[in-house]
């Protein structure tokens, strides 16, 4: 939460950033953290690259926390499409038992209006659909929309639709994770690098 980034590499359309995450209290062992923003014609790519830079094995997760928006229709005008298959449930943001099959008020498969839905949700079994190599989440408002797409690793989401914000509505954000809320007291979907050992990673948005 507090390691500080520095620019490794920089052009017009990419920014790469590095960091040493140092051992500390609940985080024993180092770690070499990059990650690169490439921007194109068909949207934003972000990969992560970490590095076991310590003696023993470690295990991790990388989440991140895109808001994303259609434009100016207002998230209330909008429908969230997840390729999610199971929902976890929490609270206070802390998991109270196993994912269950998604049924009902958390299933997004096919698309939910947001209007009147508040969430704070973690959801799991996200894969890529029959044929392709992606898995894929979906804001879509009339005219267009948003898609959130990530490598299968990446087969948790939460999604956050926090309270009005002045002048601009409800937000969302639909955040990709490898692992749910938690994972390093439950193990579920954590990354366990062997020393000297690497793992990359890509997510990113695009219009559709």
């Known amino acids: 939460r507090y390691t ?23 985080w024993p062992v180092p770690l070499a953290a990059q990650v690169r923003y490439a921007v194109a014609a068909d949207g934003l790519t972000v990969t992560h690259t970490v590095t076991n830079i310590g ?8 989440g991140a926390h895109p808001y994303v928006r259609v434009g100016d229709t207002a998230t209330d005008d909008c429908t969230l499409q997840l390729a999610a298959t199971t929902a976890l449930p929490l609270q206070g ?38 044929g392709d190599e992606l898995v894929r989440h979906r804001l879509l408002g009339p005219g267009g929309g948003v898609e959130v ?40 979907g954590l990354i366990t690098l062997a020393p000297e050992e690497s793992w990359e990673g890509s997510w990113g948005l695009r219009p559709i």
């Open 4 to 26: 500080f980034y520095e620019v490794a590499d920089r052009a017009a359309d990419t920014i790469t950033l590095t960091a040493r995450v140092a051992p500390q209290p609940g």
């Open 93 to 130: 943001g802390i998991p109270t038992g196993p994912a269950q099959p998604v049924s009902g008020d958390t299933d997004f498969r096919d698309g939910r209006p947001l209007k009147g839905v508040t969430l704070d949700d973690a959801f799991g079994g996200c894969v890529p659909a029959a």
């Open 55 to 62: 003696a023993a094995a470690v295990p991790f997760g990388v």
């Open 149 to 188: 797409w990530a490598d299968p690793a990446f087969g948790w989401v939460q999604v956050f639709t926090p309270d009005d914000h002045p002048g601009r509505g409800r937000a969302v954000a639909v955040e990709p994770m490898t692992c749910p809320p938690d994972a390093l007291n439950s193990g579920t």
